[in-house]
């Protein structure tokens, strides 16, 4: 089984099911590195919500009662009109039939620039003997103006209002 | 006289506003990003600044109403 489709059981077993016809089952344990030094955060299948680090090592394990081959899928985060990929694998083949697999991989550098708030994620893995599909909610804590997003947000909100008021003062008219 | 606002700049703020809102509002937790959310709210500004801009209810402050205003000592 690839490393990639693996991964995936980590992801989406981490998560609700919304399909788990190969009886996926996963864990992870993100260890806090940098900012978020100290912290640790255990998520398992029956999740639907977890509290994200921005910083640190994800311990994952993932595991099939019986081998599945053909693996694919992806893991994709959706941010309203906009969803990112965040990671996409397969098809490999798990010619020796391995049952579960761990790593570590690490959180993206990017999630430091994510405003904070409530993301929705989902991924899938699917194989010749089925599928196995869940989501989740990632939640990043932070103020409003701990982001340059969250700042940018906040002056284009007044802008707007200052504009919406401006264009209700009435003009004289002829 | 009929009294008219700027309908376009209403709109454009409006639509601004929407947006802007939406973002603040998934950071603060309000509410999760999503296709529904990204659209609602800036209609609903571009609606509010629009409407704003057409009839130009908030009163124009006249010269008289600033001088009024002044404290005269």
Redesign the interface.
């Known amino acids: 089984m690839g490393g990639g489709s693996l991964l995936a059981m980590a992801g989406p077993a981490a998560a609700t099911f919304t399909t788990n016809t190969t009886n996926c089952a996963g864990s992870a344990t993100i260890v806090g590195t940098g900012s978020d030094a100290g912290k640790t955060v255990s998520v398992n299948a029956n999740d639907a919500k977890v509290t994200m680090l921005r910083e640190g090592d994800v311990h994952w394990e993932g595991s099939v009662p019986t081998a599945i081959h053909g693996n694919q899928g992806d893991i994709v985060i ?4 906009v969803s990112v990929t965040a990671k996409t694998w397969g098809p490999s083949k798990n010619a020796s039939n391995k049952v579960s697999k761990s790593g570590v991989a690490k959180i993206p550098s990017a999630l430091k620039l994510v ?6 994620m989902t991924g899938y893995n699917s194989s010749d003997e089925g599928t196995c599909s869940g989501s989740m ?1 990632l ?1 990043f804590t932070g103020s ?1 103006v701990s ?1 340059p ?2 700042i ?3 002056i ?2 007044i ?16 | ?7 376009v ?2 709109a ?13 509002l ?4 309000v509410w ?4 529904a ?2 659209i609602a709210l800036p209609l609903i ?1 571009l609606a ?2 629009l409407a ?2 057409l ?6 402050l006249r010269r008289s109403d600033r001088e009024a205003r002044t404290p005269q000592y």
């Open positions: 959706h941010l309203g009109l405003p904070p708030g409530t993301y929705h909610d939640r409003i982001s997003v969250g940018v947000a906040v284009g909100t802008l707007g209002a200052i504009g919406i008021v401006f264009a209700g003062i009435a003009k004289a008219l002829p | 006289m009929r009294r008219r606002g700027r309908p700049l209403g454009i703020s409006g639509l601004i506003f929407g947006g802007f809102l939406t973002i603040d998934q950071i603060m937790n999760k990003l999503s296709v959310s990204e500004g509010i600044g704003l801009g009839t130009g209810v908030i009163p124009r």
